[in-house]
């Protein structure tokens, strides 16, 4: 259960950078109901909020998009 949660954290922060989604909108493609929980796990996984990851990571990559303002 622990590696299928890790795999769909990981799709949700792929989803949110490569192709600009709210993270809201990414969870809720890959399973999770609830926001609030999505946003517990993702920070315990990652270590920051979703939003605060998407920026990190568009910048270590270059893209220049912001974060849409469905990032939660």
């Keep these: 259960m622990q ?3 890790t795999i769909r954290l990981h799709k949700v922060r792929m989803l949110m950078v490569q ?3 709210g993270a809201s909108i990414a969870a809720e493609r890959v399973g999770y109901e ?4 999505f946003s517990r796990e993702f920070k315990r996984l990652f270590g ?3 939003t605060d990851e ?3 990571l568009r910048t ?3 893209h220049s998009q912001k974060v849409s303002a469905q990032a939660g």
């Design 60 to 62: 270590a990559f270059g």
């Design 48 to 50: 920051v909020s979703p």
């Design 34 to 37: 609830s926001p609030s929980q």
């Design 3 to 5: 590696y299928l949660k």
């Design 54 to 56: 998407t920026q990190r």
């Design 19 to 21: 192709d600009s989604l």
